[in-house]
């Protein structure tokens, strides 16, 4: 969850780039982890037959070679198919772009729902982790730790370059971010790729983690993940640094309240929250911290100007 706010905030809230389509590189990591896995060690469009005829098992070395290859190109993949992406999408602006990224999202899903080679709707099995659940279940629990950590120590130094000053000046005005020689495109599409990075990682994680992939609900789950993404970093406030973090650890614990109290309902409690949250507050909890105690978040204010 902190991994997907803080890779969000990339985009949406240093950049002013509001995507609804970012779930589309936790898909496509998933996907390309997963044919990684299989391909160095088995023929793909046999091991996803749906005959099952053929009994596919991963000695340990295989399966750990496979699941680090697989992660690592997951995360290239993604980026590359990001900045691919990127050369078209960024030449719309706006809430055109936030429907453009939501229709690549949902038409990822489908089409990979009728590929054969990869499984099409019925998806495909991970190679199987050669231990006991609670061994598979703590080494990716810290995989996923680590992966996030590393994102926030990679997001915090970004934003402390110049890089981070560029797409912060597209955000405030990109037009006079490019009439000040800032090659805005290329800032854009490298955001994009570094935000896909991460995600595809995540993807290759979550996929071998669950052990099962699926387009629709596993791999592209847009009406879920994809919304929490964007949920996470504006309750915690988006472009900030830990805005995002704070949103996700908040949205956690209010997601699992609303399961435990309001069950059927639970959609509907998220729905509402989103709603004041859009409306009524829409700096998030570190933009109203900011405003309230700048001087906690080192910024000076000149109560001369202020008091006129």
């Known amino acids: 969850m902190v991994l997907f706010a803080l890779t969000w905030d990339i985009m949406g809230g240093q950049m002013g780039y509001n995507s609804l389509g970012n779930i589309l590189f936790f898909g496509s990591g998933m996907y390309i982890s ?3 896995q299989i391909s160095m060690f088995a023929e ?8 099952g005829a053929v009994d596919f098992s991963y000695t340990s070395s295989e399966y750990f070679w496979g699941l680090g290859w697989g992660i690592l190109a997951a995360g290239i993949g993604s980026a590359l198919l990001a900045a ?3 050369w078209t999408l960024f030449g719309l602006r706006g809430p055109y772009f936030a429907i453009g990224t939501l229709g690549i999202a949902l038409t990822a899903g489908e089409l990979m729902g009728t590929w054969e080679w990869v499984g099409a709707g019925g998806g495909l099995a991970m190679p199987v982790y050669p231990g006991s659940a609670d061994g598979k279940s703590f080494m990716f629990y810290f995989m996923c730790f680590f992966a996030a950590i590393g994102t926030y120590l990679f997001c915090s130094w970004l934003y402390s370059t110049r890089f981070g000053l560029a797409i912060n000046a597209i955000r405030d005005d990109e ?3 490019e009439a000040m020689g800032i090659h805005t495109l290329r800032y854009k599409t490298i955001a994009w790729s570094v935000s896909a990075f991460f995600l595809g990682i995540s993807g290759a994680l979550f996929g071998n983690m669950t052990g099962f992939v699926e387009p629709l609900e596993v791999a592209f789950p847009v009406a879920t993940f994809g919304i929490f993404m964007v949920a996470m970093s504006l309750l915690g406030g988006k472009g900030t ?4 973090i704070l949103g996700a650890a908040l949205f956690h614990v209010l997601k699992e309240f609303t399961w435990t109290y309001f069950l059927g309902w639970q959609w509907v409690a998220l729905g509402v929250l989103i709603i004041v949250n859009v409306v009524f507050f829409q700096q998030g909890i570190m933009g109203w911290l900011m405003e309230k105690f700048p001087e906690r978040f080192g910024i000076i204010v000149d109560k001369k100007e202020t008091a006129k």
Request: proline residues 5%.
């Open 175 to 177: 037009q006079k971010a």
């Open 241 to 244: 640094l830990w805005g995002p």
């Open 84 to 86: 691919s992406l990127g």
């Open 44 to 51: 793909v469009s046999e091991y996803t037959a749906s005959s």
């Open 34 to 36: 997963a044919l990684v």
